[in-house]
């Protein structure tokens, strides 16, 4: 397990100065010395347009519902984190990191059949 240093956690890093004034809960989420997990209930809604629906699709992205069983895994790397989710079972993962340096960028979601 990485040693904790909280200059080198992403989110931290990206917002600087002002991370200290965010909710200590925030905090806790984005500043984890290794990984960092939690279930709940979540609602995901979706855009009612067809371009919306035809983007859900093709991302692959969890369907639509109220109240859907949640889990969420965020692991820190040195290059930054991975977020592991499930919604009703179906998983959405993603990769943050730190663009140049200026933004943070998931290039890419990875969904299990």
């Known amino acids: 397990m ?4 909280a200059a080198t956690a992403l989110y931290p890093r990206l917002v600087g100065d ?12 984005h500043d984890a010395a290794y990984q960092v997990h ?5 609602t995901i809604r979706h855009g009612q347009g067809g371009l919306a629906r035809f983007l ?23 290059w930054g984190e991975t ?9 959405l993962i993603t990769v943050q990191y730190q663009y140049r340096m200026e933004r943070c960028w998931p290039p890419f979601i990875e969904t299990a059949p």
């Open 83 to 91: 977020w592991s989710r499930t919604f009703a079972g179906k998983a």
């Open 38 to 42: 939690g279930t709940g209930l979540f």
């Open 18 to 29: 002002t991370w200290t004034a965010l909710d200590a809960s925030v905090q806790h989420w």
């Open 56 to 78: 859900a699709w093709l991302l692959r992205l969890p369907t639509s519902g109220e109240a859907l069983a949640t889990r969420l895994v965020i692991v820190r790397h040195a």
């Open 2 to 5: 990485p040693e904790h240093n």
